[in-house]
């Protein structure tokens, strides 16, 4: 009996382990991009209310800086493209108020990574 309640309790709690990952938010933007080359990159993670085309930002440094982009939703995945900048630098996508579960709770979130062209 107490196996069995042990067994069960450490099922749980690696159950727990693997759904709370699952609510992550991430995409598959790569860290290189040559100069005008075309950025696809998925989105995925737990989002309870649309992401707008609005809410995405990139910038270069601290600055906010032009970029042609669009963001699309094909089923429930979402795909951001964009041209790359000419100039070489690095880069931030932001993607701002992304209504997620953090932690088990509704919280708004900010996406951020960083690549360079």
Do not use: C
């Not at 309790?9 to 075309?38: C, H, K, N, W």
């Not at 100039?87 to 932001?94: A, I, K, M, P």
């Not at 701002?96 to 951020?112: C, L, Y």
């Amino acid at each position: 009996m107490k196996k069995s309640l042990v067994f069960v309790s450490v099922f749980a709690f690696v159950l727990v382990l693997m759904i709370q990952s699952v609510f992550a938010i991430s995409s598959d933007l790569r860290d290189v991009y040559r100069p005008g080359e075309t950025i696809i990159a998925e989105l995925q993670g737990n989002f309870l209310s649309p992401i707008e085309k609005e809410n995405v930002e990139f910038y270069r440094g601290h600055v906010l800086v032009p970029f042609e982009y669009d963001l699309v939703k094909l089923g429930d995945k979402y795909f951001l493209w964009a041209i790359a900048q000419e100039n070489e630098n690095n880069y931030t996508l932001r993607i701002k108020d992304i209504s997620t579960t953090v932690n088990g709770k509704t919280q708004k979130v900010t996406f951020e990574q960083n690549f360079s062209v």
